[in-house]
């Protein structure tokens, strides 16, 4: 079975600045997709990128892009200048190629002050 | 409009009642997925459903019943639930096969319920 790690259970940043949330994983396939998504109180997950494992580029959205390193199994999102609106619970999840399901990390709750 | 519709949004009931959750896409999407989100522990993948057929379930207790009528509705039938059910049940629904690549889900908002 595939698990997602997210060490950090809550993050801070100031608006306007940079920060790096942190996503591992466990997987023994070499083709997969990784996402993130984000939860704020309307409960909604809404998808924030997507990389998918065959490519070496990382992925990139506006202000969201991700570090990817496929050896190290390791899949963070930067976002750089921070809004108040980013403020949310943030999930990476895995999808194999081959399958149906996404697993999900734990999250992280990102908190952004003025 | 967020493409998933889910109702109720909240959702209070007792260990003998009998109740139904329901969701709704208007994606036109093939799959469908229910997942639990409890505090503390990561989304929960429940029941999926490819084409009106169930494709897997993930040792889901019976006192959770799933039905997919159609490829763009989903319920969840609940009866006699214990307190640990109390959770946010979310809907989701993708794309599959057909030449189109799966990248990820489009959820809704979900049902908030409690078993009291």
């Known amino acids: 079975a595939q698990t997602v790690t997210q060490s950090q259970p809550e993050m801070s940043v100031q608006e306007a600045e940079t920060v790096t949330l942190s996503c591992t994983y466990d997987t023994s396939e070499s083709d997969y997709y990784l996402f993130w998504y984000k939860q704020p109180p309307s409960r909604q997950m809404i998808l924030v990128i997507r990389q998918e494992a065959y490519k070496q580029q990382n992925a990139t959205e506006n202000r969201f892009s991700v570090n990817f390193q496929k050896a190290a199994k390791s899949f963070s999102l930067k976002i750089s200048d921070s809004q108040l609106g980013d403020a949310a619970m943030y999930f990476c999840a895995y999808r194999r190629n081959s399958g149906y399901a996404l697993n999900f990390g734990k999250g992280t709750s990102l908190l952004v002050t003025p | 409009e967020t493409g998933v519709t889910q109702t109720p949004r909240h959702l209070v009931m007792g260990m003998t009642n009998k109740k139904s959750l329901k969701c709704e896409q208007h994606?036109?999407?093939?799959?469908m997925y229910w997942y639990k989100q409890s505090a503390k522990k990561p989304l929960e993948l429940m029941f999926v459903?490819?084409?009106?057929?169930?494709?897997e379930n993930n040792s889901v207790p019976s006192r959770f019943s799933p039905e997919c009528p159609n490829s763009s509705h989903l319920f969840l039938h609940l009866h006699t639930l214990q307190p640990e059910d109390s959770a946010l049940y979310l809907c989701?629904?993708?794309?599959?096969?057909?030449?189109?690549?799966?990248?990820?889900?489009?959820f809704g908002s979900g049902t908030r319920l409690t078993v009291v």
């Open positions: 989701a629904s993708s794309q599959v096969g057909g030449g189109e690549l799966n990248y990820g889900y489009t």
């Open positions: 459903y490819n084409f009106k057929e169930q494709t």
């Open positions: 994606l036109g999407h093939n799959a």
